[in-house]
């Protein structure tokens, strides 16, 4: 704070005189001069360095003065002697992601770093950047416009909790598009969302018994075929959710993985299946939703594990043994031509792959009376006949 003196000038408040109380008796009605020089017993006192009658400097910073680095001082929020004290700023800081809006990726973001790179250069901390990692999200729009109640395109969210639920809204918001681009509202679309929890409760509630009646730890070699595959879609669901929320923000594929596992997962209800698979998919299918929906989840585990929140459970891990597949399918082609898919042993060696691909019917017909020029095998992919 500040203090204007005709004798000394611009005089600073001593530090044993801070903090500077603020007046309640203050107008905010609408003039020309600020709220704050309108309070006599405030503007009007006494020079710290002579004495002499003074005023206090009633003009008063922009907001993005604090904003520019509030980041700074959340290292050290209860320092009542300094802003931050420097060996907590520089163990803390800089921010290692920050997430901001569209609308605040200029200015705000621009005051940040002026504000940092002088503090810097100050030598009051160790770093010339602020945050490490920026991600900007995308705006909501409806109609194709930013949401504005001038232009009375706003969504209730109060209208929509009601209806769908809390966790529908929060689900559809992050499904609907890349967390960086502008999402577009979409009735539907939320329709769609709600359907899809819904359809987690269902098949839950249709696994209660074998959910319970399941074991942490099996034997997952006697697992049938189609089980294992089971198994194998829920590991590749724990990798691609893990690796798209960890490390490439893409929270919307990362349900899409979700969703694909609830499909494989219903492919059993009229299926007899392990009990202990279906504990463990229904464990980790929860696991990997409850950050998009949180209190679906929530409900369902306490109802199913019984093993406190599932928010402080820890994060599923894949099995890398789990992920391989013992067949797969190829796709068999003459002459860049699509004529049929073989499966064979993941494994499978070349000149196995080769003799599959030509005792499949209709690649046989079409290589029959034909000069074989080249055979192209892709492994795990394609395998193409070149004929003549």
């Not at 017993?41 to 910073?61: I, L, Q, W, Y």
């Amino acid at each position: 704070p500040v203090i204007n003196c005709p004798h000394c000038g611009e005089v600073l408040v001593p530090e044993k005189d801070l903090p500077v109380m603020l007046p309640e008796n203050v107008s905010f009605e609408q003039g020309s001069v600020s709220p704050l020089a309108q309070c006599e017993e405030f503007v009007h006192c006494k020079c710290p360095k002579c004495g002499a009658d003074a005023t206090r400097e009633t003009d008063t910073m922009d907001t993005f003065i604090c904003s520019s680095w509030y980041y700074l001082r959340y290292t050290d929020p209860h320092n009542d002697k300094e802003p931050f004290a420097k060996d907590k700023v520089n163990y803390w800081a800089p921010v290692d992601q920050y997430i901001g809006g569209i609308e605040h990726a200029i200015l705000h973001l621009l005051y940040s770093r002026f504000f940092t790179k002088v503090l810097h250069d100050a030598g009051l901390v160790d770093f010339d950047e602020p945050f490490t990692n920026l991600l900007t999200q995308g705006m909501v729009l409806k109609d194709g416009s930013k949401m504005s109640k001038s232009k009375g395109n706003v969504v209730s969210p109060e209208e929509i909790i009601a209806k769908y639920g809390a966790d529908t809204a929060r689900l559809f918001i992050l499904f609907a598009a890349p967390v960086d681009r502008d999402l577009e509202w979409s009735d539907k679309g939320v329709e769609g969302s709600y359907r899809f929890l819904n359809r987690v409760w269902r098949i839950l509630g249709h696994f209660e018994d074998a959910i319970k009646a399941g074991k942490p730890d099996y034997d997952v070699t006697k697992l049938t075929k189609d089980e294992k595959e089971l198994r194998r879609i829920l590991h590749v669901t724990i990798r691609k959710v893990t690796e798209d929320v960890r490390d490439r923000f893409m929270f919307n594929t990362a349900i899409s993985s979700i969703m694909e596992l609830v499909n494989a997962f219903y492919g059993f209800q009229d299926k007899t299946i392990n009990d202990s698979l279906v504990r463990e998919v229904a464990k980790n299918l929860l696991l990997l939703l409850a950050p998009f929906a949180p209190h679906i989840t929530e409900e369902l585990w306490s109802q199913l594990f019984a093993e406190g929140s599932v928010h402080q459970q820890h994060w599923p891990k894949y099995d890398e043994q789990a992920l391989q597949q013992d067949e797969i399918e190829i796709v068999l082609q003459v002459n860049g031509k699509v004529r049929g898919v073989v499966e064979i042993a993941a494994d499978c060696a070349r000149d196995e792959a080769l003799a599959a691909g030509k005792a499949e019917p209709n690649v046989a017909r079409y290589l029959e009376g034909k000069n074989l020029v080249k055979e192209i095998y892709v492994p795990g992919k394609i395998l193409n006949f070149v004929v003549k």
